[in-house]
Nanobody, 116 residues
């Protein structure tokens, strides 16, 4: 049974930083893609940042220059460094791992709240 455990969310003031972590436990083979998504109330879940096994990254336009995604393959862990946070970044953040067999695994979500 694969589980993704997220940590690092919380309440911060605008302009401050947070770092999210997501670690996989259990047997998970050949992770191809790791990503962070978020869902704000009344909105659809959106991709915030992704990173492939080859370390190629992509970001939503709204977070470019402020957020950085990174991964530690040996630890099956992905991170999201979030700087210069804005109130509009407030959402539940989810991590997702995709294996080379196209199996998706989701974390339980962690709340990020940015106050103005």
């Amino acid at each position: 049974q694969v589980q993704l455990v997220e940590s690092g969310g919380g309440l911060v003031q605008a302009g401050r930083s947070l770092r999210l972590s997501c670690a996989a436990s259990g047997s998970i083979f050949s992770i191809n893609f790791m990503g962070w998504y978020r869902q704000a109330p009344g909105k659809q879940r959106e991709l915030v940042a992704g990173i492939t096994s080859g370390a190629s990254t992509n970001y939503a336009d709204s977070v470019k220059g402020r957020f950085t995604i990174s991964r530690d393959n040996a630890k099956n862990t992905v991170y999201l460094q979030m700087n210069s946070l804005k109130p509009e970044d407030t959402a539940v953040y989810y991590c997702k791992f995709r294996s080379i067999y196209a199996n998706d695994y989701w974390g339980q979500g962690t709340q990020v709240t940015v106050s103005s």
